[in-house]
């Protein structure tokens, strides 16, 4: 949930809610929606194997693969997970560790989550190298007509 808080381009925004009661609601920021506000693969019930490996007795997917987000995810995210993705981000970006004596003097749970921290931000750069190259694609093309 923090990765895509912090690396994906969700639409949600803590200051619009805060001025925009009803945008709030609708978004999952007051509660629960009836509708999911995202839709993401299930993390519960995903196995190594195909992409529809799934569990049918899965309590959050129910088989489908698919978790239905129905709250605001930035509500969502537990404060740690975001100081992790936070940590990740200074040593991408500007080359600085967590702690003294570097990554590896960390606490073996810190250092996992970094490594799924690093694994979903992998995704994400991928996902969005891809738009940006459709786009320039898509641009090239409509400058030859």
Known sequence: MAAAVCFASLPYDCKVCSRDEEQARTWGCL??????????????????????????????????????????????????SLRVCQAFMWMEHAGVAPADGGLFALPAKTLAALHVVAAEYGKYYEERMKAEAAKAKAAAGAGRG
């Open 31 to 80: 509660g629960p929606v009836p509708e999911p506000v995202e839709r993401w693969a299930c993390f519960a019930c995903v196995r190594a194997g195909p992409a529809n490996d799934h569990d049918p007795n899965c309590p959050v997917c129910h088989g489908t693969g698919e978790w239905g987000v129905c709250e605001c995810p930035r509500k969502l995210a537990r404060f740690d």
